[in-house]
């Protein structure tokens, strides 16, 4: 392996980390400071989560493309910009990194570093909302990366995630790395084990859903559509 | 109809639909979270609002413009952006998707996947927030057509909308499609089937004064005004 | 006076307009929907004004230069960015916008059309508030123009007067004009007439100070600052 | 000193204070305004910052670079971006200015103008949060640097510390002049004495993680690299 694309996955280490401490880390805050009202408490989630985010993906798209989530790495071998083989090496680095952020959370909030959660989530309508928030996440990364307008995939996701945090019932995990991340903190972000292969399948029942939209909308490539999603290529080259 | 026009019709059903979704699925969810303070409830629902709105319009602003609302298209078309027969194909595909976002924002919360709202909402005082809301949305979106500037329309529209839902008291409806589709779920952001006609008449109003005003503010197009409110006219003829 | 002249004012007066309907139209809303909590009322009130005035400011921009605030006109005179005459003609669009601007807001909403604010807000804290928020909103926008990002003053107003509505005793009014306008409702955002003339004179002696802070940081125009803060010049050549 | 170096020290002495201004300020009004929900009382103080961050970091970062910060600044010289002599000149500024800004706040707000803090705030965890909160600005400020993105670094140093606010224990001081100036407040954003030794002790532990992360993550600059962090340099060969 390069130094180029061993920089790549501690990127994506580094990346679905801090994603996941800041999800798991607003959680734990906004359940244990505004115990009153659950709404507030998921407002103040879906903030922290919308504005991490925009910040996390302008720092690590220049490197491995920001993907923290392997439906989107899945997604951009599908659409060909990224070789499969590549997704092997991302998945594995995206899961280690969204568990070690949940510890981290928990540490800093001074939680049980590792308590699996009992937030049992899974229910038809939930399933539904993951099939929905992840098939609109892909579409918004994509219909831009077609479309040529990459350099505006990190306010949009940030936004169509905070967003989606309010308007689907299952909150929009819409990630199955961060889903095995959050089985790890007993928390308001938490959910439980037996939840989580439902989720999963659901996601990727989402970017299938996703990939096929993509295509049919954007059947051409402009040809400013040929900027890679990331610039990891820009750096692959110059290293 | 050539595959092009076909996309563009598909695009504007999808996009409305997600939009609906967002506005009545994070309704539902900021109603039933937050019970004890309609403020919150409404700060979530334009928070969430805001924000799909932005990453939806990005995402589609490429393919059909983006319109969502048959007010906008219908100006489109007067201020010579778009052929009016297109109109005609727009919103039938615009209220369908408004009324199947209602279905899925309600399928995905559990409620009855249709039930007639029994918001009532109709008083003086709503029909001029209305004709506010919707003149506000046309200046902000065919303003910056003409000074050559629509690559702000995103960010603007989403943060007017934004604002609108907490400074009119009908909390800015402003889209006959959405109005309808909002009638098919008895929740939060509900209204009643007697209460639309009367608010679909005062967002046509709007229309007309908003397009009355981007007129006589912006009587020349400058050189650069040329490029159309959306990027279809690319699409069309690349297709 | 030449047509451009005449639309230069109108944007004046209907931005003006807009803003305080966005003001006192969303006080209005927060005091009856969060009667619970002023801190939440107060951060609706900041949020939708934020959103608006990014909102109006990208729409009025390229017409009159989206002042709507007489403190922002004096400076950009006495800035050189426009003749002192035009500013004669604009503080009167400004304050008669943002009089009909409340108005607007007492009928959206059902409050009687005309009311004087009975709400007292003298006090030396609160004067030294306006000073240090309208010096720093003057900083924001001349700032930026004299170091040639003038398209960056949309969004640096509206942050910045979101985070004033929070960070000052005074809530920030910052603006002659919408202190006279917001007498006019007595509501969440009035101002009652015997305080208004303690708070304009405070916002005049910040306008001061912020011009004198831009000038010792920038001494000297770099090529790009000849850009206008505004883009009537274009406008006006182009008429 | 020639005329351009006092000019950026008087820009960190001011920004530094508005800085404090806001975080202080809205602290106060967020604890008197919403005394039932510490939750909100943080989002509030979280949304102010971000807001008056981003603002402050466009107006002075062509000046002065907009540190406000002695570990950015020290960052800044151990990446190659200024010279060291610089920085020992801009801490003290940096720390005078968080004092003034926090006896501007007090004063704003009727406070007595000088007062210990005595929030007790050093447990194991909340360190912790300060290094990963450090930590992760330095790599969000430096990977866009390096990058050639620093036309990036106001929003995505925004957002971040909107988001750090709520995810880390600590609430994301993360800069050893503020936590200075904190001590000299007894409000909701002040520190006591006793607790800032080991919060800026933490900070420098982020800032030394930070920078390493950088240097690995971005080993070699690209052309477009050699923009600086900040415009200093411009107007230093200006002036």
Redesign the interface.
Known sequence: MT?AAR?RL??EF?GSS?LT???V??GI??Q???P?????????N???????L??LI???A??SGAHFNPVVSAADAALGYRPWREVLTYVPAQILGCIAGAI??N????APIVEWSSTERL???HL??EV?ATA?LI??IF??AR?G?AH?AA??????I???Y?????TSFANPAITIGRMFSDTFAGIAPSSAPGYIGAQVVGGVVGVL?VR?????R?PHELTPVT?AH?NRN??
Chains 1, 2, 3, 4 share one sequence.
Do not use: C, I, N, W
């Open positions: 130094g920089r501690v990127a580094l801090l401490a800041v999800v880390g607003s805050a906004a244990s400071l505004s009153g009202d659950v709404g507030l408490q998921l407002l103040e879906a903030l922290a989560t919308a504005f991490g925009f910040a302008v720092v690590f220049h490197v981290l959370a540490a800093m909030f001074d229910t038809g309508p539904l909302g929905v609109g579409l918004v219909s831009l479309a307008r505006l306010p949009a996701v940030a936004a169509y905070g967003a989606a309010l308007f689907t019932s299952s939209l049919y909308l954007h059947p051409k402009l610039d820009v110059a290293a």
